[in-house]
C-alpha cells in the first residue's frame, strides 16, 4: 500500500526525516560559526553534507596577554615576564611576544607622569631576552581624554593606528575604541553593551552601600568593593565584526582573516593598560 514504505512504498516517505536531520546540522553549524567557526573536522562530524562557505573551517584566532606577579628587583636587567599567548584552535596557545614598558628618559616615574594623561609606550618582544623587536607601540597624542597611538613593526613600518576616545569625554557615552590597519576600513568599538551599562548604574547605590558596610566590617576577608562595568568590545567595520574583546578571560579575538596579528597584539596590550590592575602602573 503506498506510503507504507517498503519496496513498493512512496520513494518520498524518507524524505521529510532527512531534510529535518540536514536542518539541524545545518542550524548547529550555523549557530558554531556565529561563536568563531568550524574546524575542519568539526565539520566534517556535524555538517558533512552541507557545502562549507568561506571562512567556515577557520577558527578565530586568539590573544591573550598573560601579566607576571613577580615583582622586579632592582640590579640587572630581568627577563621580561609579560607575554602574549596565539591560539588559532589548531592545538595549545604557544607565546608569541614578551612585553615591558618602554620608559623615556627620565624612567619609570616620567612614564608613570605621561600615563595619567593618556599614554602609553611599549615593546612586544620576540624573546624574553630582548633580541629583537616584534611590534612597538607609540603614542601620538594624549589630550583631553583623547589619546592616539602608533603601532609599528619591527622596522618602524606602521602597522596600524589605535584611537581611544574616553567615555563622555569624546563621541558618546561609552568608551570608543578605533582600529585601523594601513589602507584598510575603520573598525569602531564601544566599551561594553548599553544595557549591561543601565544595569551597573542601577546597581551602583547597593555596591556603594556594600561597600562602606564591608570597610567597617571587623571581619577578615569581608572586604568588598565596586564591581567592575561591563568590559566586552565588538569592533565593527562594513557590516563584519573583525574584532572582538571578551572580557572573561581578557581574551582578544581576531574574526578577520587578513588582520594582523601584531596588531592585535598590542591592542590586547593596550586595552590591559586601562582599568583596574593594569600591568604597566608599576612603580618599579
Not at 558554531?32 to 568550524?38: E, H, N, S, V
Not at 568590545?233 to 588582520?259: M, Q, T, V, Y
Amino acid at each position: 500500500m503506498p506510503g507504507t514504505g517498503g519496496a513498493g512504498g512512496d520513494p518520498l516517505d524518507g524524505l521529510l526525516p532527512a531534510a529535518v536531520e540536514l536542518l539541524g546540522q545545518f542550524g548547529s553549524a550555523r549557530s558554531q560559526l556565529g561563536r568563531g567557526c568550524l574546524t575542519d573536522v568539526e565539520w566534517a562530524v556535524r555538517a558533512p553534507h552541507l557545502p562549507k562557505y568561506e571562512g567556515a573551517c577557520r577558527v578565530s584566532n586568539v590573544l591573550t596577554m598573560k601579566a607576571s606577579r613577580e615583582r622586579v628587583r632592582d640590579g640587572a636587567p630581568a627577563l621580561v615576564k609579560d607575554w602574549v599567548d596565539f591560539s588559532d584552535g589548531s592545538g595549545p596557545a604557544r607565546v608569541v611576544a614578551y612585553v615591558e614598558r618602554e620608559l623615556p628618559p627620565g624612567g619609570v616615574p616620567a612614564y608613570l607622569a605621561a600615563r595619567s594623561s593618556g599614554a602609553r609606550s611599549f615593546v612586544l618582544w620576540a624573546d624574553e631576552h630582548r633580541r629583537e623587536r616584534v611590534a612597538t607601540l607609540v603614542t601620538l597624542s594624549a589630550v583631553g581624554g583623547v589619546a592616539t597611538f602608533q603601532a609599528l613593526g619591527a622596522r618602524g613600518e606602521l602597522i596600524g593606528t589605535l584611537v581611544r576616545e574616553k567615555a563622555l569625554r569624546g563621541r558618546g557615552l561609552r568608551t570608543r575604541w578605533t582600529v585601523t590597519q594601513p589602507g584598510g576600513p575603520e573598525a569602531v568599538g564601544f566599551k561594553g553593551r548599553i544595557f549591561w551599562w543601565c544595569m551597573w548604574w542601577l546597581s551602583l547605590p547597593m555596591q556603594l552601600l556594600i561597600l562602606v558596610f564591608s570597610i567597617f566590617d571587623s571581619v577578615p576577608g569581608n572586604e568588598g568593593g565596586v564591581a567592575r562595568g561591563p568590559r566586552r568590545i565588538k569592533w565593527r567595520a562594513g557590516g563584519k565584526i573583525p574584532l572582538e574583546f571578551r572580557s572573561r578571560g581578557n581574551k582578544l579575538h581576531l574574526h578577520a582573516p587578513g588582520l594582523d596579528w601584531r596588531l592585535g597584539a598590542t591592542l590586547v596590550v593596550l586595552l590591559r593598560t586601562f582599568g583596574a590592575g593594569s600591568w604597566d602602573a608599576r612603580k618599579k
